[in-house]
């Protein structure tokens, strides 16, 4: 069964402390990518990976790190630095630029909450 | 900068008439162009894709869109709404044509009452 794995569901999160939460794809995508919702502002990108051990900024990469050792996983942890971290968290990945192939699969999301 | 318009927070429509959601994009060149679905506390769910021929695409659930060149517009359609349709909806513009760096609207709640 083909797609995008998240986990945990929930998390919470004490203040100070990090959290890593886990994205696992087995469609053999090449780039993976982390969104966070917030009501009313739509999904905006904390980072994206096009190609294993690489990856790069997005719009709100503050306070928020990531890795790609693999094509399958590229976790996100959300460190002490990010003030805000409440929010629904969604990972996707998509074909680099393969004609006609190109939307983006996403998870079922984590929401993270600050306790 | 670039973004993307839903200028909509809510559409509210009746069972068995037809909807529309609308988007608008400011971005330079010809982007790809996405519908996304979410159901809550639940992952967006691919709908349609405009990438290039015909302005009126088709995709999942009875929806389609018209692309309109001139209005930078992206509607989405339904000629038959159901209850279960119930849902919020967002469009997206990927600018480099490369796959899932998207820019999103803010979302539009569509809520159909029987």
């Known amino acids: 069964d083909g797609g995008i794995t998240q986990s945990p569901k929930y998390l919470f999160r004490k203040e100070g402390q990090n959290v890593t939460l886990s994205c696992e794809q087995n469609l053999n995508h090449d780039a993976m990518y982390w969104y966070r919702q917030d009501p009313g502002q739509g999904l905006r990108l904390i980072y994206y990976?096009?190609?294993?051990?690489?990856?790069q900024k997005g719009d709100i990469a503050e306070g928020y790190s990531v890795s790609r050792e693999k094509k399958e996983s590229f976790p996100l942890t959300v460190t002490s630095a990010q003030k805000n971290p409440t929010a629904f968290y969604l990972c996707?990945?998509?074909?680099?630029?393969?004609?006609?192939?190109?939307?983006?699969?996403f998870g079922q999301g984590t929401r993270l909450t600050v306790v | 900068a670039q973004s993307v318009a839903q200028p909509e927070d809510q559409v509210n429509v009746a069972e068995g008439n037809p909807l529309t959601v609308k988007c608008t994009y400011s971005v330079s060149g010809n982007p790809y162009l996405f519908w996304y679905v979410q159901y809550p506390n639940r992952g967006l769910q691919f709908l349609l894709k405009?990438?290039?021929?015909?302005?009126l695409v088709k995709g999942s659930y009875g929806f389609e869109a018209e692309f309109n060149k001139s209005q930078t517009s992206f509607h989405l359609k339904k000629p038959s709404a159901l209850v279960s349709d119930s849902a919020l909806y967002f469009c997206?513009?990927?600018?480099?044509?490369?796959?899932?760096?998207?820019?999103f609207g803010q979302g539009t709640e569509l809520s159909v009452k029987p």
């Open positions: 996707a990945s998509s074909n680099n630029g393969v004609q006609g192939n190109t939307e983006a699969f």
């Open positions: 997206a513009v990927d600018p480099n044509n490369q796959g899932g760096k998207l820019i």
């Open positions: 990976s096009q190609i294993v051990n690489d990856f």
């Open positions: 405009y990438i290039t021929g015909d302005n």
